[in-house]
C-alpha cells in the first residue's frame, strides 16, 4: 500500500461545500486519477496527501505512515517523500534547466551528473540544460516539471492537471512521454484530471470526486 485515505472530509471556509468522506487505496507502483469537474475537491485532496492543506477530518497514510488524523498527528510536507508537479510547471526561472532537475535531489555529489544525464535522456531534453525556463517551450518545461519530481526519487507522484495547459496535440505526446517513464521507474502516481478520456488512458485506477 502507497496511500491510503480513509474518510477523509474538509470543508472549505465561508462555503457550503467541500470534501467529503473521501476513502480509498492506492498501492504501490499503480497510477490514480482524481477525476471530478471543476471545484468538486480534487486539488485539495491531492493538498491533504501533500500537506499543503490540513483535513478536518479521517486519516491520510503515506507507505504506511500515518501523516494525519485530522487536524492532529500532521507530518511536515517535507518529511512526506513526496514529488509534485504543478499545472503551470513552477520552475525557478533563475536557474537553468540541469539546476531545476537537481534542485530536490538527495544523492552524493558524485552521483548526481550521472543521474542528471540519465533523466535527461529519458525526457529528450538534454540539449535544453542549460537553458533558462523562458528559454524553452511549454511542453519542455512540462518534462523538465516532471524530471525535477522524479529527481527527489518520492515515494508518491503526486501531478496536479499536469498536461491541461498544453495544446490538444501536444498534451498528448507529452502526457504518454511522461506516463512511460513514471511506469517504467514503477512510481506510484496520483493525478488530478476533469478529463474522463485521459484518466481512462493514465490510471490504473480512477477515484471520482
Known sequence: ????????????PAANRGVNDVSFTLESGKIACLLGPSGAGKSTLLKIVAGFVTPDGGEVFIHDKK?????????PVQKREIGIVFQQHALFPH??????????????????KDFLLQLLNEFQIEIHKDKYPHEISG??????????????????LLMDEPFSSLDQNLRA???????????????????????????QTMGDLIIRI
Open 1 to 12: 500500500m502507497s496511500v491510503r485515505l480513509t474518510n477523509v472530509t474538509y470543508k472549505y
Open 67 to 75: 501523516v494525519a488524523t485530522g487536524k492532529k498527528d500532521l507530518v
Open 95 to 112: 536557474m537553468t534547466v540541469a539546476e531545476n532537475i537537481l534542485y530536490g535531489c538527495r544523492r552524493p555529489k558524485s552521483e548526481r
Open 139 to 156: 511542453g519542455e518545461a512540462q518534462r523538465v516539471a516532471v524530471a525535477r519530481a522524479i529527481a527527489s526519487e518520492p515515494r508518491v
Open 173 to 199: 505526446q507529452v502526457e504518454q512521454q511522461c506516463l512511460n517513464i513514471i511506469r517504467e521507474r514503477k512510481l506510484t502516481a496520483l493525478i488530478v484530471t476533469h478529463d474522463e478520456a485521459s484518466a
